[in-house]
């Protein structure tokens, strides 16, 4: 199985001994050899699993983000954004996946959406001076998100972008650059104003963020073709859990980026 991009599933098992299991659907690509027999008597994972898990975490996702927003708790922010990296550690370096972990990750990612929307909406309410520009905006966000991600399912299903080992190395070292680059922007933003300029609202700032919007897309196919794989390979069903919480990083990175990227253009 080829590893994804995506560090949440770094602990997908490479095998289970199931083979005949559909996937997300795309074609079978030349050469896959079917696994060997079974070496476990866990059931194997389908795709129902990963679409059953995945509702569940992104429900509790929109549940306490919608809660966070209209209690206006914005001062959570900072927490759940600290409390949800450690919490994606543990999860991403622990063996087997825990799904009170996933469920708990998934709530906190919501607070920390739902203050970072609120504050985002009231800036934009602010500097336009209409009141409901930010809800309108957030509903954009919303929209481009789940258009972003069905549509590259569907680019996926259809084949019309292989994900090959080349594609992936690409992606995962554009990746690599970006978190770089959030990282320096973030310390020269405690010596200067606007730190490298990736978040003032610039030209540069909407570049990044396009940029952002584009790898968080390609980063789906890999992430899809890393299920398809653990389920063509029959990894136990519980790993299903796994795969749910590699889908909301994505998801939640994606999200927060359309939403940058509207604010800027609704600024000005």
Not at 9 to 27: D, E, I, K, S, V
Not at 65 to 72: E, F, G, H, R, S
Not at 170 to 184: E, H, R
Request: hydrophobic fraction near 50%.
């Amino acid at each position: 199985m080829r590893s994804s991009s995506n560090p949440a599933f770094r602990n997908l098992p490479t095998g289970g001994g199931y083979g005949g299991y559909a996937g997300f659907g795309q074609p079978e690509q030349a050469g896959y050899q079917q696994a060997p027999p079974p070496l476990t008597s866990e059931r194997p994972m389908t795709i129902d699993d990963v679409v059953t898990k995945t509702g569940i975490t992104l429900a509790v996702v929109a549940a306490t983000a919608v809660v966070t927003y209209l209690m206006q708790a914005w001062f959570l922010l900072f927490p759940a954004a600290i409390i949800g990296l450690v919490l994606a550690l543990v999860i991403m370096f622990k063996r087997m996946p825990s799904p009170p972990l996933v469920i708990a990750y998934a709530a906190v990612e919501g607070i920390f959406l739902g203050a970072f929307s609120g504050i985002i909406g009231n800036m934009v309410d602010r500097m336009t001076g209409n009141p409901g520009q930010g809800v309108v905006m957030i509903g954009q966000a919303i929209i481009g998100t789940l258009g972003v991600f069905f549509g590259m399912l569907v680019v996926y299903k259809t084949g019309a972008i292989r994900v090959t080992p080349k594609f992936t190395k690409w992606i995962t070292g554009a990746l690599i650059g970006v978190g770089v680059l959030m990282l320096f922007n973030l310390i020269m933003s405690f010596f200067t104003s606007g730190g490298l300029g990736l978040r003032n609202g610039g030209t540069l700032a909407i570049i990044f963020s396009l940029v952002c919007i584009g790898l968080a897309a390609f980063s789906f196919l890999i992430d899809f073709d890393a299920a398809d794989q653990a389920i063509r390979a029959g990894v136990p069903a519980k790993f299903a859990w796994q795969i749910a919480f590699g889908l909301t990083v994505t998801l939640v990175w994606l999200y927060t980026e359309i939403l940058r990227l509207l604010s800027y253009f609704n600024s000005d």
